[in-house]
């Protein structure tokens, strides 16, 4: 199975990633973008900032594709994610999945970003009107999560 | 022996990226951290995981010299 796996800190291009699970025999290529929302638990995202311990969250998601190709006849697979500042309506995560049939290839794309987002070492914080906060440290107790707010205003809308 | 530590997101921010420590030979990554929020109790709030050379491990798991050590708060890549 062919694979294609990137930590990157520049937009990611839907495009390359379709094109690098091309395959003549696939008769499905599914597309899952992660994309900066413009508001989570009542606060308005301002922006988003992506850190990774890279080669350990390549080396993870090359573990998670070959286990999705254990449980899917999967043609390829190419994951994709940002680092750095994603603003809104960007995407910070890419995974495509192509596949003989569409079953296999929803099925596996959808598992590769729910078994991303529980493992891969990447950690991403929120910037928002008001603030920032670590998304995923707030669950570890009190003392963690919300930081003391900054002065600096919110970055224009795009 | 000798061991490099890093530490990611917030644990970053309170610790720094990281640094090289002596250990005694024996040492667990799990008695390694619970040393670590001795020194700096803020941080053992923080629901941790831990790699050694890039691969999770138990907090059992025994050190040797020339391990990488990183501490993770919970991921939220995606």
């Known amino acids: 199975m062919a694979e294609r796996f990137e930590i990157v800190d520049a937009p990611i291009d839907p495009a390359g990633l379709l094109a690098a699970v091309g395959d003549p025999a696939a008769g499905a290529s599914v597309l899952f973008l992660g994309t900066t929302r413009s508001e989570n638990s009542g606060r308005r995202v301002t922006r988003l900032e992506y850190e990774a311990f890279a080669g350990m969250a390549l080396r993870e998601m090359r573990q998670l594709a070959r286990q999705a190709s254990r449980r899917w006849p999967l043609r390829r697979v190419a994951m994709v994610h940002r680092i750095g500042v994603v603003p809104v309506g960007e995407a910070s995560v890419g995974i495509a999945v192509s596949a003989g049939h569409r079953g296999e290839a929803f099925d596996a794309c959808h598992w590769l970003i729910d078994r991303l987002k529980e493992i891969v070492p990447i950690w991403k914080k929120e910037h928002y009107l008001g603030g920032t906060v670590w998304i995923g440290a707030q669950q570890g107790g009190p003392g963690d999560g919300l930081q003391a707010p900054r002065k600096r205003r919110a970055a224009r809308s795009r | ?78």
């Not at chain 2, 990226?17 to 053992?44: F, H, I, K, Y």
């Not at chain 2, 790699?51 to 991921?75: C, M, Q, T």
């Open chain 2, 1 to 78: 022996m000798r061991v490099r530590l890093r530490f990611f997101a917030s644990l970053r921010e309170r610790l720094g990226p990281g640094e090289v420590r002596t250990v005694r030979p024996g040492t667990t990554a799990g008695s390694l951290w619970d040393s670590l929020v001795r020194s700096q109790p803020a941080v053992g709030a923080v629901c941790i995981r831990i790699a050694v050379n890039e691969r999770y491990v138990d907090p059992e798991h025994e050190l040797a010299d020339g391990d990488e050590v990183a501490f993770f708060p919970p991921v939220s890549g995606g």
